[in-house]
Every structure is written in C-alpha cells, then in structure tokens.
C-alpha cells in the first residue's frame, strides 16, 4: 500500500536543515522556558521536550504529563517556535491538542506494538497535524512501515519517519546501532516520505553527536531532532547525550549540506564503471555457487552433512583478515560472507535433500 502524503513543510534555514530540538524530559517550568529561549536565540524553529517518558525499568524519572503542557504553550507563546512532543496514547493524543502542541512524533517503544499505533491512529482521525513515527526498537522495516501505514490511513498525510537507531544486546560505540541500509531502505520504497535523524539516541553520547549528524546529512536525511538542555549534566533523564544551545548552534554551523540534485558526467563515469564492476561480482559469485554445488554433490555422495563449522570459520577469519588489508572492516566482509555462506549451504541443501 502507497501512502498518502502532503508536503511536511517545515520552518528551517536556508542554511541548516530541518531541527527539532530541545530537552529529553521538561522537567521544570523554568528549565524549559530557559532552554526554549535560548534555542529560539541561535534561530532554532521547533522546540522539542518529552512530556512522558517511557523508562526501560520502573523507578526513573517517567515525565510531568500534562503538568509540563503548560510550559510547552508559554515557550511557544514566548518565542514564536512550534512545539513538539511524544504521543503513546490516546489520553496524550488529546491533552496535546488541548494545549496547543504542534506537532507529534510516536516513540519506538510504541511504534514496535500495532495495538497501541491502531489506537494512536483512531485517536488522529479527522484531525491534521504533522506526525513522525521513530522506528521500532527492533530493526524491523516492515513493522516500521505498518505503523506509518497506520497513522496514514487515519487521514495524517502530513507523515515522517524518525530514525532512533536499533536496541541491541552487544552495544559497541553507540547506544543504538544505526543500521543505516533500513531508513535507507526506507527511503527507496517510500521516496516522498521526510526522514529526520535522531543522534542522540542513536549516539548516546553527546561527542558522537556532531559526526552523527554530519553522516545523516551525507546520506540525504531531511533533518535533525537533537536533545538540548540549558544545563545538560543536571538532566533528570539522559544526561549523556544532551548539549548545550550554543553547543548545538556550532554543530549546525559546521554541518555541510551537500546538494544530492547535482549530478555530473565525471559522477556519471564513476557509476559506469560501478555497474560494470558490479556485474563481474555476479558472475563471480554465480561461479562460486556452481562450485558450492558441486561439493553439495559430493557431500551426498560420500553422506557428509552440509554444513562444516570449521571450514565455515575458516572463511570468516580469512576473508575478514584479507578485507582489512584491502581497507575494508573485518565486521562488514563477514557480514558479506555470511550471507553468501546462507545461499550456498540453502542451494546445497537442495542438492543433498533431492531423491
């Protein structure tokens, strides 16, 4: 199914893309008004602060509800921005409306779960006001493309994505690994649909901040939503990964916006020649897989099992060795060779199963 969207016009600099910013949580009026006019100083259009806050264990700081509306309507009234917050609920849907919030954006906790994104979407019927869906905590493209469905088919065609970056058990450098090829992805199968980065929780750190923005800015996001505390080391919820407006200012003034519409015959070349070496790819692994069928045959011959552990991580050290010679990452070769390991195992399976 094909979405139906309007254009999600949003206030922005010609020089900067689109932001959202402001605190994690509002937490007092004071901090908040603070924050907020400090923002609208540096030219920030859109004010951000999270009302409810979902917590991964209970006993945290979980939100001032509707007691921080208020803040959100003086910050607005006070400096011009719109402002923002997250929904999870139908009560949130209403009360946001109540106090004249902006715009809405659905959190991953929520977008992971269709009950609660189905009863969002029959709250927002009949009414129209710019929403964002954050993806799932899980990397799941379709599960985050049903809940976009789901709040378009409400009548929201002002629609965006927000790309938080995926929960994972094994955390390396972020706190939720970007897996950029899914809002990639994203973007291919849904071309007119906004997308807008969140490094923060992607980061986790506010030093990963500023080169994360800069990446989704060379990726082609259409903008940011980044955490902004007056006095981020006193944040009563992620503390880490929260700047300062003046810090924040100076990141975007350093971001290089690159015009992706430009396209010349030196860039043309230089795909020409992609094609063709990604053609001679496909004939090489087409090689390959005639080979791994040809030892899947001798496997039943000789009533071998198909797969051979050993052998299986024979290859993975060697090819991940040899890629960070050739200025590869040993962890991106070995994601490549286990799916060419699937494929082969999956063909000579077929091979050793035939009667």
Not at 104 to 118: D, H, I, K
Not at 136 to 165: F, M, S, T
Request: glycine residues 6%; hydrophobic residues 40%.
């Amino acid at each position: 199914m094909e979405l139906e969207l309007e254009p999600l016009t949003l206030p922005s600099d010609q020089e900067r893309p689109i932001v959202m910013a402001g605190p994690c949580s509002a937490e007092t009026e004071e901090q908040v008004m603070t924050t907020a006019k400090q923002l609208a100083a540096k030219g920030c259009h859109m004010f951000r602060a999270g009302v409810w806050k979902p917590r991964t264990k209970p006993g945290g700081f979980e939100g001032c509800g509707e007691q921080a509306l208020p803040w959100l309507k003086a910050a607005k009234e006070e400096t011009g921005m719109l402002i923002a917050t997250e929904v999870a609920t139908p009560e949130h849907v209403e009360l946001c409306l109540k106090y004249g919030v902006d715009i809405l954006w659905v959190g991953a906790r929520t977008s992971a779960n269709p009950f609660a994104v189905q009863a969002l979407a029959d709250s927002l019927k009949g009414i129209d006001i710019p929403v964002f869906v954050k993806n799932p905590v899980n990397p799941d493209l379709e599960l985050w493309i049903g809940a976009l469905q789901r709040i378009n088919q409400a009548g929201i065609k002002r629609l965006g994505a927000i790309h938080r970056g995926f929960s994972s058990y094994d955390k390396k450098i972020y706190r939720n690994l970007p897996m950029w090829q899914i809002p990639i992805e994203l973007h291919r199968r849904i071309p007119a649909l906004p997308i807008v980065c969140d490094p923060s929780h992607i980061g986790g750190r506010r030093d990963l901040i500023a080169p994360l923005c800069q990446q989704a800015m060379d990726l082609g996001f259409d903008g940011l939503i980044v955490e902004s505390h007056c006095t981020p080391d006193t944040a009563w919820s992620d503390a880490l990964q929260q700047v300062t407006p003046d810090v924040l200012d100076y990141i975007l003034n350093l971001l290089v916006i690159r015009d992706e519409h430009t396209t010349t015959e030196g860039i043309r070349q230089l795909r020409s020649q992609i094609d063709d070496l990604d053609n001679q790819l496909m004939e090489l692994l087409a090689k390959r897989l005639r080979v791994c069928r040809e030892i899947g045959q001798y496997k039943k011959e000789h009533n071998m099992t198909v797969l051979q552990s050993n052998r299986y991580n024979e290859i993975l050290e060697k090819r991940g060795a040899q890629g960070v010679l050739c200025g590869l990452s040993a962890e991106s070769v070995a994601h490549i060779f286990e799916e060419i390991h699937e494929e082969s195992v999956r063909q000579q399976l077929e091979i050793v199963n035939q009667k």
